[in-house]
C-alpha cells in the first residue's frame, strides 16, 4: 500500500517541474489543433452530408484530395512525436551536459513543431476555404 503514496508524492513532485508543464503544453496544443481540425473535416464528411448530421455546407472532396488530407493527418501526428521525442532527448542531453547534442536536439524539435503547426494551420485555411 505504501508503494502508491510513494508514486503519488512522485507523480505530485514531477507536476513541480517545469518540463512536465512544457510536455504539457505541448501536448495540448497538438490536441487543440486535432481537433480544430477534425471539427471541420466532420463537416466534410459525406455520409454525413447525406444523412444531413452537418452543419457546414461543403462541397465534396474528390479522391485525390481525401489522400492529401489523409497524408497530411499522418504527417501532423508523426510530426507532433517527434517533436516530443526531440525535445525528451533534449532534457536527457542537458542532464548529462552534452551541450552540442542537447542544442541539436532543441533545434530538431522546434523544426518538427513548427513543421506540425504548418500542417495545422494549412489544413484549417484549406477546410475554412473549402466550405462556405
Given at each position: 500500500?505504501?508503494w502508491?503514496?510513494d508514486d503519488?508524492?512522485?507523480?505530485l513532485?514531477?507536476l513541480g517541474?517545469?518540463?512536465?508543464w512544457?510536455?504539457i ?11 480544430l481540425?477534425g471539427?471541420f ?7 454525413l452530408?447525406s444523412?444531413r448530421?452537418t ?6 472532396m ?5 489522400i492529401?488530407m489523409?497524408?497530411g493527418?499522418?504527417?501532423?501526428l508523426f510530426?507532433?512525436?517527434l517533436?516530443?521525442?526531440e525535445?525528451?532527448q533534449y ?9 552540442h ?11 518538427w513543431?513548427?513543421f506540425?503547426?504548418f ?7 484549406f477546410?475554412?476555404?473549402?466550405c462556405?
Amino acid at each position: 500500500m505504501k508503494w502508491i503514496i510513494d508514486d503519488i508524492k512522485n507523480a505530485l513532485t514531477q507536476l513541480g517541474r517545469w518540463q512536465t508543464w512544457l510536455v504539457i503544453g505541448l501536448i495540448s496544443l497538438f490536441a487543440l489543433l486535432a481537433y480544430l481540425i477534425g471539427s471541420f473535416a466532420f463537416k466534410t464528411d459525406a455520409i454525413l452530408m447525406s444523412l444531413r448530421h452537418t452543419a457546414g455546407a461543403c462541397r465534396e472532396m474528390t479522391n485525390g484530395i481525401i489522400i492529401f488530407m489523409f497524408c497530411g493527418m499522418i504527417f501532423f501526428l508523426f510530426s507532433g512525436l517527434l517533436t516530443l521525442g526531440e525535445f525528451q532527448q533534449y532534457l536527457e542531453f542537458k542532464k548529462h551536459a552534452a551541450h552540442h547534442q542537447a542544442r541539436r536536439a532543441l533545434i530538431g524539435g522546434i523544426r518538427w513543431m513548427l513543421f506540425g503547426i504548418f500542417l495545422a494551420v494549412a489544413a484549417l485555411i484549406f477546410f475554412n476555404s473549402y466550405c462556405r
